[in-house]
């Protein structure tokens, strides 16, 4: 009887090996604040809202693109033997960096996908409420967000995260690249991340 019941345990010992973790995930950002607050808080909306995601390590640098770049390969290689990194995403902005293209390049080297944002990442979160298709700058983007309680570097407990859709749909009628060049004013690349994080 009690052979039984230890045989038993094995099973399901062996069923629960087998169970397939999900997939990790690493995004490391330029922004230190709003980037990690946005993908934390979208990975909050997602789940509550029945969709599976990756498992999910949102680093925030605040640095440089280049630097985000190093980071993703630093973490990464860092990353213990059977619990490694199927993607890597850095996410930066165009902004005014002079170590844009070198960070792509490097990227590219390191099969590390980016997201870019021109100007910058402000303007994916414009998109969860309203089309802009214009050239814009940095100014005009908080200004506009501030019309949406959106001030200084931190998200609203009510931000519209389910608008991640609409905001996808416009980035997507102004241009997305590839990540690895730098787009047009305005765009984003993020909603190429998000597909991902729900696949």
Known sequence: MSGRRSRGSRDLRRRSDTKKEK???LIVTEGANTE??????LIR???????????LRVEGIGRD??????????I???????????????????????TLEKA?????????????????FD???????SEHRSHVNQATLKRKLRDFGIHDKNLPDDFPYANHTSAMARAEACGVSDGFEIPANPSSSVGRLIRMLTR
């Open 65 to 74: 693109p280049e630097r985000v770049v190093q980071k993703a390969v630093v």
């Open 123 to 129: 303007v994916w979160l414009l998109w969860h409420f």
């Open 76 to 98: 990464s290689s860092e990353a213990p033997a059977g619990d490694e990194y199927e993607h890597v995403w850095c996410v930066v902005d165009v902004d005014d960096h002079a």
């Open 23 to 25: 997939p990790r995930i």
């Open 45 to 55: 909306d997602l789940q509550a809202s029945g969709v599976e995601v990756y498992r």
């Open 104 to 120: 792509l390049l490097a990227a590219r080297r390191a099969s590390i996908k980016v997201a870019i944002s021109n100007p910058c």
């Open 36 to 41: 990690p607050q946005y993908f934390r808080g």
